[in-house]
């Protein structure tokens, strides 16, 4: 039988009854993410564990303390905690440490996998499938990409103890485009907290020439799937005056090449930015504007929410599930919807002000804090 945990005891934090009938688990955390860039199911990975290492100092996850660790490849980053240690181990770094490597020096524990992959012989796991983007876009990934994720997913969502996904939206994708059952697959949501978890860095402001301008972000400019064409059309169709477009994200000329009338003077393309960084340039902005074609989830919006910035995003299911009634939204494709939605942003701010508190309201309820509760609640039930 298994067990879940009771949260709302007295308003505190009540034991999982799991902890209480049996011993806990050792947990080995899959650290392959700790060779990787820092992308959505990399952040994912970093400020779960974080919140994890937190909660180990909590009544109701104690008798975790000393059963979990972090076991990475030879070229790990570091990544110290508190109370998780991390165990560099093996020779390679790719799909052959995941699939032999880590498994073998992970013999004994439930092995926890964050970031998509894990070994598909091991049955004793949890993993977190954050979405079915290589199904859905298979031209933004290079084949030995996609045939690594065409055949490694389905088998770990059908051999895995327990497949968790991000939102309800990528369970119904990965249900449709890998064939998998996903009825009984639990859904895990992110946070945004860690963008208010750093002090802004208003200095950035005046680094990029923003300073007495008014302007509108969008972040993740390099993807093909930020609909980045479309937002830069209904940016130059709302006629916003002095008012910029500020894009974040790394350069991509194949991104950016495919712009006809992108316009250098009125929309900035500011290349990688920070968490500090980013935190300013959401406080300051009028409005996160994030079209985007395909989500998974959709952590922008929540971090403009968290820091009190409006958001105009599509209506892209994810983001619609994500943002709700405190996000604007238009249709995709909607050139003329999206700059008119921009017109009222830049022009209203009594609309602003609402949309700030509905976003503050709204990200309040995705924190890593209770992102890591129901994931090690999982592995608890697994056992």
Same mark, same amino acid.
């Given at each position: ?7 709302? $005891? ?20 899959? =650290? ?10 990399? @952040? ?17 996850? +104690? ?24 165990? !560099? ?10 699939? $032999? ?17 894990? %070994?598909? #012989?091991?049955?004793?796991?949890? $993993?977190?499938?954050?979405? /079915?983007?290589?199904?859905?876009? %298979? ?6 990409? !996609? ?12 051999? /895995? /103890? ?23 697959? %639990?859904?895990?949501?992110?946070? =945004? ?5 750093? %002090? ?6 005046? +680094? ?45 000329? /194949? ?10 003077? #009125?929309?900035?393309? &500011? =290349?990688?930015?920070?968490? #500090?960084?980013?935190? #300013? ?11 985007? @074609? ?16 409006? &958001? ?9 599930? $994500? ?61």
């Amino acid at each position: 039988m298994k067990h879940t945990a009771d949260f709302t $005891v007295s308003g505190k934090a009540a034991a999982p009854q799991s902890l209480v009938s049996a011993p806990p688990p050792r947990i080995a955390i899959n =650290g392959r993410f700790l060779t990787q860039g820092l992308s959505g199911v990399q @952040r994912f990975g970093s400020e779960i564990i974080k919140a994890i290492d937190a909660l180990l100092d909590t009544d109701a996850y +104690r008798a975790l303390k000393g059963r979990i660790e972090i076991v990475a490849p030879p070229k790990a980053r570091d990544f110290p905690l508190k109370n998780i240690p991390l165990r !560099r181990c093996g020779w390679s770094n790719g799909y052959l440490w995941e699939q $032999v490597e880590f498994p073998l020096h992970a013999a004994g524990a439930l092995l926890l996998n964050l970031c998509m992959l894990g %070994p598909v #012989a091991v049955r004793r796991q949890v $993993v977190v499938v954050h979405d /079915a983007t290589v199904k859905a876009l %298979p031209g933004n990934f290079s084949w030995r990409f !996609r045939t690594a994720y065409s055949l490694l997913i389905p088998l770990l969502c059908r051999r /895995a /103890a327990q497949a968790v996904t991000v939102s309800e939206f990528s369970r119904r994708e990965i249900g449709k485009l890998y064939g998998v059952d996903t009825g009984s697959m %639990p859904v895990c949501s992110e946070g =945004g907290d860690h963008i208010t978890a750093v %002090p802004a860095d208003d200095c950035v402001i005046e +680094r990029l020439g923003l300073a007495g301008h008014k302007f509108l972000i969008s972040v993740g400019a390099n993807s093909s799937n930020k609909n980045i064409e479309v937002l830069v059309a209904a940016f130059g169709r709302a006629k916003l005056g002095n008012t910029l477009l500020v894009l974040t994200g790394k350069r991509d000329p /194949a991104v950016f090449g495919k712009l006809k009338d992108f316009n250098a003077d #009125a929309v900035k393309n &500011v =290349g990688q930015v920070n968490d #500090a960084e980013l935190r #300013a340039l959401y406080e300051h902005a009028l409005a996160l504007v994030f079209p985007s @074609r395909y989500e998974g989830f959709g952590l922008p919006p929540i971090e403009a929410m968290m820091c009190g910035c409006p &958001v105009i995003i599509s209506d892209q299911p994810a983001l619609v599930e $994500v943002g709700s009634d405190a996000a604007l939204r238009c249709g995709m494709d909607d050139v003329t919807g999206l700059a008119q939605l921009m017109r009222e942003v830049d022009g209203r701010p009594e609309l602003r002000a609402k949309l700030s508190a509905a976003g503050r309201a709204r990200a309040g309820q995705f924190t890593w804090t209770a992102a890591a509760r129901r994931l090690l609640d999982h592995c608890i039930e697994v056992g």
